[in-house]
């Protein structure tokens, strides 16, 4: 049971370049999140999606975009990285219903010089 | 609005004693609530969840937790630390009925001194 897998771990870019971090679910869950963690702040919501082609805003969506074609994929892209974007960066999936939780991938650390 | 407080920042204990972390909500309707850990360097894992029945849950590596309605509280208890579980520790909420959102904890850090 794979759960959720994150790519890259590790990404150090340039101010300015886009990027994109993946996100893969293997549970078929309808609700995926992305947040971001930093020091002072816990978690932030930065965008979530309730169904394949349904996204919505969270928190600190600015400067984010994301797709979800499909229903295990979950990608954010960082149209033009500035360092205020450094950060770790945590997709998440739900399922609405008794016993919902939510579960959590490793985590993506984006450094961003 | 929803919104979950860990009043504590940081936490220090000693291995064998017991533990307690306090966690706070607000939210209008009966809530989802959770408990996660996070070792460094790692994602959260779900410690322990509760959404009805019995207000005592136990949950993973020997942890519970008691929600109190009357006092908007759902804490972290664990009789007798091990110095594994030096971690931070996250609260939530879970809205079924806003979108699915959680809302989470700034969390709180756990440190065991042997």
Same mark, same amino acid.
């Given at each position: 049971?794979?759960g959720i897998t994150q790519s890259?771990?590790y990404?150090?870019?340039?101010t300015?370049?886009?990027?994109?971090?993946?996100?893969h679910?293997?549970?078929?869950?309808?609700y995926?999140?992305?947040?971001?963690?930093?020091?002072?702040h816990g978690?932030r919501?930065i965008y979530?999606?309730?169904?394949?082609?349904i996204t919505d805003?969270?928190?600190?969506?600015?400067?984010y975009v994301v797709?979800?074609s499909?229903t295990?994929n979950?990608?954010l892209?960082?149209?033009?990285?500035?360092r205020?974007?450094?950060s770790?960066?945590?997709c998440?999936?739900s399922e609405?219903?008794?016993g919902?939780a939510?579960y959590?991938g490793e985590g993506?650390?984006?450094?961003?010089v | 609005a929803?919104?979950?407080?860990?009043?504590?920042?940081?936490?220090?204990?000693s291995?064998?004693?017991?533990l307690?972390?306090?966690?706070?909500y607000?939210y209008g309707?009966?809530?989802?609530l #959770?408990?996660? =850990?996070?070792?460094?360097?790692? $994602?959260l894992q779900?410690?322990?969840?509760?959404?009805?029945?019995? +207000?005592l849950?136990?949950?993973?590596?020997?942890?519970e937790?008691?929600?109190?309605?009357?006092?908007?509280?759902f804490?972290l208890?664990k009789?007798s630390?091990?110095?594994?579980?030096?971690a931070?520790? #996250?609260c939530? =909420?879970g809205?079924p009925?806003? $979108?699915?959102?959680?809302y989470f904890?700034?969390g709180?850090?756990l +440190?065991?001194?042997?």
């Amino acid at each position: 049971d794979a759960g959720i897998t994150q790519s890259p771990r590790y990404k150090i870019t340039e101010t300015g370049r886009q990027v994109t971090l993946m996100c893969h679910q293997t549970w078929s869950h309808s609700y995926m999140f992305w947040y971001r963690q930093d020091l002072g702040h816990g978690l932030r919501l930065i965008y979530y999606s309730a169904a394949a082609d349904i996204t919505d805003k969270g928190e600190v969506p600015d400067g984010y975009v994301v797709s979800r074609s499909k229903t295990e994929n979950f990608p954010l892209t960082l149209e033009s990285a500035t360092r205020s974007q450094t950060s770790v960066y945590f997709c998440a999936s739900s399922e609405l219903g008794t016993g919902l939780a939510i579960y959590f991938g490793e985590g993506s650390w984006l450094t961003v010089v | 609005a929803q919104s979950v407080t860990q009043p504590d920042i940081h936490i220090t204990v000693s291995e064998g004693a017991s533990l307690e972390l306090r966690c706070n909500y607000s939210y209008g309707a009966t809530p989802y609530l #959770f408990w996660y =850990v996070q070792s460094p360097g790692q $994602g959260l894992q779900l410690l322990l969840k509760y959404f009805s029945g019995d +207000t005592l849950v136990q949950g993973i590596k020997g942890f519970e937790a008691e929600f109190k309605r009357s006092q908007s509280s759902f804490n972290l208890r664990k009789p007798s630390v091990h110095w594994s579980d030096a971690a931070e520790y #996250f609260c939530a =909420v879970g809205a079924p009925n806003t $979108g699915n959102q959680f809302y989470f904890g700034t969390g709180t850090s756990l +440190t065991v001194i042997p």
